[in-house]
């Protein structure tokens, strides 16, 4: 059963272009979830995503961030216009639909540089 | 909005000794509390979950603690060894209107060395 998967794992970006994360949660998880962690620092919880929904937003910039996981496919962490303040670890977890426990399943991270 | 404070930023211990890491809280206590282990470059792994009603919790060379008096948890590990070195994160769920929805905030980690 392979792990939350992400990717890229490193990612460049000028300034002002797109990046886009991508993150297959384990197989039978149907919430995800996003972290920013800026170096020696904590994560910050961004976004709380179950299929095609978002549940809690509370964590995300109000501008330039969207995230999305829809039906299909992986869940999309989008930053348009990226700035230098930017760059981070992004981190990705899945947690089963029953589970109780709330322990959540991290995937390995991208990194992102804004040059 | 609930706040979690670990003690220190890094605790530098010799190997064999036992490691003692505290997790502060502020706001109500949670249902449970959970301690992660992030080595650099890679994501966080879960580690234990100690429940409100439960004191104490076991696993191999690990022992946690939870008391809702004090709004504190403490997380040991006995005879230390080098590969313990990392940092530990511990997590709480944040309460929220909605009864499946599991937002979880973390502490900003306690960096552990183990010198030989």
């Known amino acids: 059963n392979a792990g939350v998967m992400q990717n890229p794992r490193h990612l460049v970006r000028r300034r002002g272009q797109e990046a886009r994360l991508r993150c297959s949660p ?3 998880h149907s919430h995800v979830y996003w972290y920013r962690q800026l170096p020696e620092e904590g994560l910050k919880f961004m976004v709380y995503l179950q299929k095609e929904n978002i ?7 109000k501008e330039r961030f969207s995230a999305e996981f829809p039906k299909e496919g992986p869940s999309i962490l989008r930053i348009q216009q990226v700035v230098r303040g930017d760059s981070a670890a992004y981190f990705c977890a899945s947690s089963p639909r029953t589970s109780k426990r709330d322990t959540q ?11 | 909005s609930q706040k979690i404070e670990q003690n220190s930023e890094a ?3 010799q190997e064999g000794k036992t490691a003692t890491l ?3 809280y502020t706001n109500y206590s949670p249902a449970y509390l959970q301690w992660y282990r992030q080595d650099p470059g890679r994501g966080p792994v879960f580690l234990l979950l100690i429940r409100e009603n439960e004191k104490e919790k076991r ?4 022992k946690v603690t939870f008391d809702t008096t004090l709004k504190q948890s403490l997380f040991h590990i006995t005879a230390s060894q080098p590969a313990d070195s990392a940092t530990y994160l511990c997590a709480l769920r944040e309460q929220t ?20």
């Open chain 2, 11 to 13: 605790l530098n211990i």
């Open chain 2, 97 to 116: 209107g909605y009864s499946s929805a599991s937002k979880i905030i973390f502490g900003s980690g306690t960096r552990l060395s183990i010198r030989p």
């Open chain 1, 55 to 61: 549940i809690d937003e509370s964590g995300m910039p």
């Open chain 2, 59 to 62: 696993k191999e060379r690990l």
């Open chain 1, 26 to 28: 384990m197989k039978g």
């Open chain 2, 22 to 24: 505290t997790c502060n």
């Open chain 1, 105 to 115: 399943y991290f995937g390995p991270g991208t990194r992102l540089t804004v040059l």
